[in-house]
């Protein structure tokens, strides 16, 4: 039996931390922005509340992603929360194949600041850029919330676990 190096280590702790992770179900968001009339968007799981004095939220973004840039650039962004309806603006924000799609797609309006708002959100968070925390292949998008819209209040949140799309009425009891 060969003895275990850190590097193997790693690489199972890292192989069962991706397997475990598919079990935390997480609400979709689409992370959109605008800058010097380039308009991007991607979709995002990893979008979480920090604190609500002041109202901030953090979104993680791979530095390989354009939207990285253009969120530094921009130094705003917007969170939407997606409905279930909204599934099919994912398949188009999910693949840079179809970026010339993004904002021909759904129903869009354009925030007070700038900022491209999806009118199939339940919610949207507009951000001020406050602060980006490197971590690793990320950086980690601090964002004080300068405005909410709740343009699809009604509607059941479209959830991502397990690798697949849900809704609530989906999930196992």
């Known amino acids: 039996m060969q003895p275990s190096t850190v590097a193997d280590e790693a690489a199972i702790v890292a192989d069962a931390?991706?397997?475990g992770m598919r079990f935390l179900p997480a609400g979709v968001c689409l992370i959109t922005t605008s800058h010097g009339g380039e308009q991007?968007?991607?979709?995002?799981t990893a979008v979480t509340s920090?604190?609500?004095e002041?109202?901030?939220?953090?979104?993680?973004?791979?530095?390989?992603?354009?939207?990285?840039?253009?969120i530094q650039q921009a130094g705003s962004f917007?969170?939407?929360?997606?409905?279930?309806?909204?599934?099919s603006l994912v398949e188009i924000f999910s693949s840079s194949a179809r970026r010339a799609e993004r904002f021909q797609t759904g129903n869009w309006m354009t925030?007070?600041?700038?900022?491209?708002?999806?009118?199939?959100?339940?919610?949207?968070f507009e951000c001020r850029l406050?602060?980006?925390?490197?971590?690793?292949?990320?950086?980690?998008?601090?964002?004080?919330?300068?405005?909410?819209?709740?343009?699809?209040?009604?509607?059941?949140p479209l959830l991502y676990m397990?690798?697949?799309f849900h809704h609530l009425s989906d999930l196992p009891a």
């Open 17 to 19: 931390y991706r397997g």
């Open 40 to 44: 991007g968007g991607m979709i995002a």
């Open 50 to 52: 920090v604190s609500a």
């Open 54 to 70: 002041p109202p901030t939220l953090l979104v993680c973004v791979n530095r390989s992603a354009s939207m990285f840039g253009l």
């Open 78 to 87: 917007c969170v939407n929360v997606l409905a279930k309806e909204a599934v």
């Open 111 to 124: 925030s007070a600041a700038g900022l491209p708002v999806c009118a199939e959100a339940l919610v949207s």
């Open 130 to 156: 406050a602060k980006i925390v490197d971590w690793h292949s990320h950086g980690i998008f601090l964002g004080e919330v300068t405005s909410v819209s709740h343009p699809r209040a009604d509607a059941a």
């Open 162 to 164: 397990d690798r697949r």
